[in-house]
């Protein structure tokens, strides 16, 4: 009943930028945090960034000051911008969010299908 669709990945330079984004639809009451995470080859799936839906953010070290999250509530989508790009950046991202479909229900975490980056040295 929800789905989570992330779109804008790609093959980019190091030092290059891409903006990721990821919408919500379905039976929707309430999305309280939205989150990136990423997958790289070989390794455990890791936290990126998360925006609440007041708007505060919190980064992963290894991002902090090259990527921003931002959110359209009205839209229920959140983007990820990211810059100066690296080879370590590579990865499949993948879209989070905690998303109330009834009010007596709670929230739960549903995810998107991720969608590949790839960073060129």
């Known amino acids: 009943q929800v789905q989570l669709v992330e779109s804008g990945g790609g093959l980019v330079q190091a030092g290059g930028s891409l903006r990721l984004s990821c919408a919500a639809s379905g039976v929707i009451f309430t999305i309280d945090r939205m989150d990136w995470y990423r997958q790289a080859p070989g390794k455990q799936r890791e936290w990126v960034a998360e925006?609440?839906?007041?708007?505060?953010?919190n980064y992963a070290d290894s991002v902090k000051g090259r990527f921003a999250i931002s959110r359209d509530n009205a839209k229920n989508t959140v983007h990820l911008q990211m810059n100066s790009l690296k080879p370590e950046d590579t990865a499949v991202y993948y879209c989070n969010a905690a998303i109330t479909t009834r009010p007596a229900w709670g929230s739960r975490d549903y995810w998107g299908q991720g969608t590949q980056v790839t960073v060129s040295s």
């Open positions: 925006i609440f839906s007041g708007g505060m953010t």
